[in-house]
């Protein structure tokens, strides 16, 4: 089965430093070799697997370094795609690695669908399924930065955090359990006021987690954006100019009416489900589609409002009414079409902490100001960037709730002065949910630690 | 001895704890029975401690009871100390302990099994099975003879190819002196793998060399009832037990010597028990220790042999004297038997069926330490399973198997035949998920229904237990819709006992809910004075922990659900998608549902769902093909 070549960048937003862009496929050495530049010389196409090559990226057609990158060389089939995988590793920022990925789809690589990279690895074979819950995930999961949360989380700072609950709560449910089991033996009883502390500090620590679950899901799931504004304004040119620029992914993923539908975009990584009423692109506004209550509900829905307003004419009764009703919302202003003359001072509109401005023209600027600015406002209220502790899936952050709820019955238990089995249930049951999420099993850990820990026999 | 053309339904090699339940499972139920043993003076024998009971054993022992076994009886009418432990630890974990008389003991026992019907105890030393293709026929003995049974249970406990030691000396022999089984040891390698366990035990001393009143006295605690549900009231007069201590002069005496103990000179092989720890294991793993625990146990009331629980050695036996000397109140000790660690075969037990059949042998069982567990009442336990499901197998009945949910017992042999063992397999109550609802009063309540259908349970006895039951749930439900309303009468009445007053109507049960109050503290409020200690106890317990209980309930029945999705006729090369590991595991166990399957180490979540999705599949397959 021939498969094309497909790139993407596959580091998280907001990672600092070192980004890369993965290329995998039949042709991913000859295309690379169109643009990488060894400094000793040579080809990819040459170079066997498993070694990483120093040299440039050239735009083919101006012959100028866009960066300064290593070459990562894994040939099929041992690669993570179980194809031939080429990876660029550049730091020069997201601009230069968004420059980097357009130079590769120019050659000849095609952008990668949402989890293109593991699926192709689970079709060939290269993920056996006890990967396969990350695979559910990763197929679903719609760009590949958060691709890379998904695959980094169990082995990152979520595992570490997870560790630590559990090795706290399992050297206290070690103790109580010796002491139950092995009653003749002298193994101190486990001080109430001990088992207190720790059940409260780990309790207060897993809901602090829980808290970034919100965080984590919008890289995973992404945001959801509305595109308003009157008529005429320039609403569909945007999308398309989202769309064009190759960013979109292919996935139309119906909505929740029949009326919506949902374009996912990449933007720096980031999931952007666009809300599309399917009148954005018929000239037809939301409002006027659907009414000012629905389109209120929809704005409601969305954790971004873009509202497009022309510059190039008077603001309106209709412009008044969109920018009342979003008041509040995180929203971005677009100031379209100044290319034309301006009919309006910027100072006439309302800025609120939550709105941030963006003047453009969608004829012929740039997109990327904009999409910096989304960016911004996205990220904006976010606690936690990639590398740190993130909690993306619900079922983990449902995982986590139950231990939590299961450490606040422990606790209550111990409050009411009953015994310590009892207690046990609830430190038990926070301990299975938490393994539910690392996949580790508690009683046979529990019967280890207690014959490592206390000398029992007879 | 053993006619020619002589036949049995079944034919129990072994007459210790598991042979010995096996066989009067076998012929209570009904059936022929033959149980041999290489001595007839080693019935039931105890060789380490005559201590039965504790956590999760003497809930062993209940199950046991309430299935129609012997053991709770056997201790019951023998017991010369009795104590409850974990009384304050909770329902689920209290705790029974008694020591036996150990010759009293295997007498009751043996005149038990000369008492019953259809029951033969004889004298023979097994050397081999007689199998034809599948199916075992019977066995053969020492003197070359045959003997034909259509089933066949194995509990030979520790004596295949069983080899003491103690220091350099090295002994082919079984415990205490007694026979080894070395032929059959041989020769059940051609039928099941085999592994190679060891256990010891502690030198014994003279009681009147000791001087007690240095030592702190354990007495035990006098308890109306005893192990087995049908017991009124056991012995009152009680031998109480000695508290003693190692001390640093012990330990530099083993540690001195640590390179002359069996377990450390390489002479063994085979794998201990980590809770069973010999006294050169404590002193090598705990070097900070000062000092260990050593219970001073009598072995019966009519001998001065006493049992030093704690202070199991292969040490050369000079050194052990030299041990038992350094302690206080042991100066002018005098040691009867030196301790030893012996060394034995025992089978993987994932050669088995949750029936404790062995998977491709029609009518083939193994019971007890020979399945790689240790403790008296987990051989007991399995003796009576493997019995009543061989002769259940020969009447084409359905096998008993319990569930987790259900009893230690279960519990004991999922975890066997599921995850094996690398260790003599010793139950606890940290092994069972469930064990608010696995507690020591209820077992009858869960496993009596069962031991009437094995036809183990009369109907009489089982009356009593529904009907006991019944009254309990009345009780509850009475308690549960009785209202108190505040008042200054009922708030007196909290006060004394130090609980708050009532603000507003609540049920008597609400108030025994709270901590401080107890069933005896509210009865002018329920006016129950008649009702009896056991039930009040019973009553107690249900209803103060009620929110705890439904809890557990309903994670049992979540788990149910995965016991219920039957993988019994999935090949598993079949499915796509597993790991590797998984596969290979779950092709040697050959799990029965998916719950057996999830438990099974190298078997992820994730292999877990895709047997689910395989299953899955499958059913809409197979409805596609019906249409
Ligand atoms: N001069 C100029 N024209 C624009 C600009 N953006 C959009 N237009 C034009 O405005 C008209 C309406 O744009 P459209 O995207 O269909 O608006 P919509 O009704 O809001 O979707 C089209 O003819 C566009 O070509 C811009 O930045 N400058």
Redesign the pocket.
């Known amino acids: 089965m021939h498969q094309d070549t497909i790139a993407a960048v596959a580091t998280a937003v907001g990672e600092a430093g070192i980004a890369i862009v993965r290329v995998s496929g039949g042709d991913a050495y000859q295309i690379g070799d169109r643009l990488f530049s060894p400094v000793k010389g040579g080809t990819l196409q040459d170079t066997p697997g498993y070694r990483i090559r120093y040299g440039h990226i050239r735009d083919p057609e101006s012959g100028k370094a866009v960066d300064e990158v290593l070459a990562a060389v894994m040939r099929a089939p041992r690669s993570f795609t179980g194809e031939n995988v080429l990876e660029i590793h550049c730091h020069g920022g997201p601009k230069v690695t968004q420059r980097i990925l357009e130079l590769f789809l120019q050659s000849g690589a095609r952008m990668a669908e949402a989890g293109e990279f593991t699926k192709r690895a689970f079709i060939n074979g290269r993920l056996d399924l006890s990967q396969a819950e990350a695979v559910i995930d990763v197929v679903r999961s719609r760009t590949d930065s958060s691709l890379d949360v998904a695959v980094q989380q169990l082995e990152g700072s979520l595992r570490r955090r997870i560790d630590s609950f559990r090795e706290r709560l399992l050297d206290l449910v070690v103790r109580v359990e010796a002491s139950i089991d092995f009653p003749e033996e002298d193994i101190p009883d486990v001080e109430l006021g001990e088992m207190q502390t720790i059940i409260s500090s780990v309790r207060s620590e897993i809901q602090q987690l829980i808290d970034t679950a919100d965080d984590g899901k919008i890289l995973r799931e992404g945001f959801k954006t509305v595109i308003t504004?009157?008529?005429?304004?320039?609403?569909?040119?945007?999308?398309?100019r989202l769309l064009d620029e190759k960013r979109a992914l292919v996935t139309e993923v119906p909505g929740t009416t029949r009326d919506v539908i949902e374009e996912v975009v990449n933007v720096r990584g980031i999931p952007m489900r666009v809300l599309d009423t399917a009148g954005?692109?018929s000239?037809?506004?939301v409002v006027e589609r659907l009414g000012v209550e629905r389109a209120r509900d929809l704005w409601r829905e969305a954790d971004i409002i873009i509202h497009?307003l022309?510059a190039?004419i008077p603001l309106t009764e209709e412009d008044w009414d969109i920018l009342d009703a979003t008041e509040n919302h995180k929203r971005v202003i677009v100031v379209?079409?100044?290319?034309?003359p301006r009919s309006w001072p910027l100072e006439d509109l309302p800025l609120d902490s939550s709105t941030k401005l963006v003047e453009?023209?969608?004829?012929?600027?740039n997109l990327e100001p904009l999409l910096d600015t989304i960016v911004q406002l996205v990220h904006g209220g976010m606690r936690l960037r990639t590398e740190e502790a993130l909690v993306t899936r619900t079922r983990h952050k449902q995982a986590l709730a139950e231990a939590e709820d299961d450490l606040r019955q422990a606790q209550q238990t111990l409050d009411d002065g009953l015994p310590v089995d009892l207690i046990a249930v609830g430190l038990q049951g926070a301990l299975e949910h938490l393994g539910e999420i690392t996949g580790e099993t508690v009683r046979d850990t529990v019967l280890e630690r207690i014959f490592a820990q206390f000398c029992i026999g007879k | 001895m053993f006619p020619k053309n002589e036949h049995y339904n079944m034919i129990v090699v072994g007459a210790g704890h598991a042979g010995s339940e096996a066989a009067l499972a076998g012929a209570r139920m009904g059936a022929r029975v033959l149980l041999l043993t290489t001595t007839l003076d080693a019935v039931a024998l105890m060789p380490c401690n005559p201590s039965v009971g504790g956590p999760a054993k003497a809930n062993l022992v209940r199950e046991i009871d309430a299935l129609g076994g012997e053991m709770a009886k056997n201790v019951d009418a023998t017991l010369m100390q009795l104590r409850m432990l974990n009384t304050r630890k909770g329902p689920a974990v209290r705790a029974l302990r008694a020591q036996s008389d150990r010759k009293l003991y295997q007498q009751r026992m043996k005149l038990t099994l000369e008492s019953t019907d259809n029951l033969y105890v004889k004298e023979a030393l097994v050397t081999d099975l007689l199998v034809q293709g599948s199916s075992v026929r019977g066995v053969k003995v020492a003197d070359g003879s045959e003997i034909f049974g259509d089933t066949v249970v194995l509990a030979t406990g520790t004596y295949l190819r069983a080899v003491i030691y103690i220091g350099d000396y090295r002994d082919s022999s079984g415990p205490q002196g007694l026979k080894p089984a070395n032929a059959l040891g041989e020769n059940l390698g051609k039928y099941v793998a085999t592994a190679r366990f060891k256990t010891g035990t502690p030198p014994r001393v003279h009681l009147r060399s000791v001087d007690v009143s240095q030592l702190d006295i354990q007495p035990g605690n006098f308890f109306k009832g005893g192990f087995s549900f049908e017991t009124a009231s056991v012995e009152s007069r009680q031998l109480p037990c000695w508290l003693a201590y190692t001390n640093e002069e012990t330990h530099r005496i083993v540690a001195e010597n640590l390179d002359k103990a069996a377990i450390f000179t390489g002479a063994i092989s085979g794998t201990g028990p980590r809770y069973c720890p010999s006294i050169e294991s404590k002193v090598a793993q705990f070097p900070d220790r000062r000092g260990h625990q050593v219970f001073l146990e009598p072995e019966g009331w009519n001998t001065y042999e006493g049992y030093l629980s704690g202070l199991s050695s292969s040490l050369p036996a000079p050194v052990q004297l030299r041990i038992l000397q350094s302690m206080k109140g042991f100066e002018d000790c005098e040691m009867l038997r030196p301790g030893y660690a012996i060394e034995y075969d025992c089978i993987d037990p994932l050669a088995l069926h949750p029936t404790l059949q062995v998977k491709g042998f029609q009518g083939l069982y193994c019971a007890g330490q020979v399945n790689g567990t240790s403790g008296y009442e987990e051989a007991a336990g399995q003796g009576l399973l493997a019995g009543a499901n061989a002769i259940r197998e020969l009447r084409g009945q359905e096998p008993v198997v319990l569930r987790r949910s259900q009893a230690y017992l279960g519990v004991l042999i999922d975890d066997l035949v599921t995850k094996g063992t690398n260790e003599p397999y010793r139950m606890m109550t940290s092994r069972a998920e469930h064990r608010l609802v696995l507690r020591l009063d209820n077992a009858d309540r869960r496993l009596a229904h069962i031991g009437r259908e094995l036809g183990l349970v009369s109907e009489q006895r089982y009356d009593r237990c529904a009907k006991k039951w019944s009254a309990i749930e009345r009780l509850c439900s009475s308690l549960e819709s009785q209202q108190v309303r505040p008042g200054r009468e009922t708030n007196e009445l909290l006060q004394r006992s130090g609980s708050a007053p009532l603000q507003r109507p609540a049920s008597v049960a609400d108030l025994l809910r709270r901590p401080e109050l107890d069933f005896w503290s509210l009865a002018p409020l329920h006016g129950q004075y008649e009702v009896e200690q056991q039930t009040a106890e019973q009553v107690e317990v249900e209803i103060k922990y009620s929110g705890y209980i439904e809890k557990q309930q309903r994670a049992i029945d979540r788990m149910e659900r995965m016991e219920n999705r039957s993988l019994e006729d999935v090949d598993f090369a079949d499915v796509r998608g597993l790991s590797r590991e998984a596969q290979e595991k779950l092709q040697q166990v050959r799990p029965r549902s998916v719950g057996q399957a999830s438990r099974i180490a190298g078997v992820s979540p994730a292999d877990v769902n895709v047997l689910l999705v395989y299953l899955a599949q499958r059913s809409k397959r197979r409805s596609y093909s019906e249409q």
Request: proline share 3%; glycine share 10%; net charge neutral.
């Open positions: 504004g009157k008529p005429n304004v320039g609403k569909s040119s945007l999308l398309n954005i692109r000239t037809t506004d497009v022309d190039s379209n079409k100044i290319d034309l453009m023209s969608l004829l012929e600027g």
